[in-house]
């Protein structure tokens, strides 16, 4: 099977699914989601993205009933269903099903849980990107991984007319993230990440790369930088799930980077092998 759907323990085709119309994720987008690459029917990182998954559906309030074994098993089944290949798993939890009021359900309405697998592809790391920077107009809890996308919608929607791959969102001088992905840079020989606070989300992607920097004897540097000290980065780099470290050669039409091309491709190595070990692919 080429893709896969779960609704609520109904599994299928997507095409074939349907959520009820009083679900409050179509209502408030109420719900909290996570997602990750998987390969070999193995999802990368899986334990890190429940983790995260957990700790957005807390922070909101959402009733969700399962552990994270059963969390995790119920996804590696849907993993097992799927043909070979390279696919996103995404799944998420919305705060159930009821009439539509602003606050609240009723105590014990159940949550409800949907998740999908579609073929997807890996960016290849040799692949640049294209940035362009926009004012982060958006809530002040991104560390929670919502469903409340729609400034994000919007922002791609605009990158995609301008002929780029990615935003770099800013508030005021100080540089947060991508519409979808993390930025960071190096500098002076040091990888250099916005804090994880309540600004960015706590990328995986992001995480596994810092630690990789720290195990090449990199050093990290987890503080807030400006667009001015990104513009003057050695390198800027994009990480999501499906771009695991990728370089920025240009930002607002401008030229970025391109100036530790070493320091880069000892982390795209180091990095391509930790993907390739835990899905069970060659180690290049």
């Avoid at 998420?92 to 606050?103: D, F, K, L, V």
Wanted: charged share 20%; hydrophobic share 40%; with cysteine.
């Amino acid at each position: 099977m080429k893709s896969l759907g779960y609704y609520n323990g109904k599994i299928g085709p997507v095409e074939e699914l349907t959520v009820p119309f009083t679900d409050r994720g179509l209502y408030f987008g109420d719900g909290v989601y996570d997602a990750t690459c998987a390969a070999n029917h193995i999802p990368f990182a899986l334990d890190d993205h429940i983790d995260r998954f957990f700790n957005s559906f807390q922070a909101v309030r959402i009733p969700f009933a399962m552990s994270k074994q059963e969390l995790r098993d119920l996804l590696l089944d849907l993993c097992a269903r799927v043909d070979d290949g390279v696919y996103l798993l995404y799944w998420h939890t919305t705060r159930g099903c009821a009439a539509r009021g602003h606050a609240f359900p009723p105590e014990g309405t159940p949550a409800n849980l949907l998740a999908y697998l579609a073929p997807c592809e890996m960016t290849p790391l040799t692949q640049t990107m294209k940035l362009m920077t926009a004012e982060d107009l958006r809530h002040h809890m991104l560390h929670v991984k919502t469903l409340n996308l729609l400034p994000n919608v919007l922002t791609a929607q605009q990158t995609k007319e301008n002929g780029c791959d990615e935003v770099v969102y800013h508030r005021g001088d100080r540089v947060t993230e991508g519409f979808h992905s993390n930025i960071l840079m190096l500098k002076d020989g040091a990888l250099c990440s916005p804090p994880a606070d309540n600004l960015i989300l706590p990328g995986i992607t992001r995480k596994h790369l810092l630690e990789i920097a720290r195990q090449l004897s990199i050093p990290v540097k987890e503080e807030p930088f400006t667009l001015a000290e990104l513009m003057e980065a050695d390198e800027v780099l994009v990480t999501n799930s499906s771009s695991l470290c990728n370089v920025a050669t240009e930002i607002d039409g401008k030229p970025v980077g391109g100036k530790a091309p070493l320091l880069l491709r000892s982390l795209q190595q180091a990095y391509a092998q930790r993907f390739n070990r835990e899905v069970g692919l060659p180690i290049l």
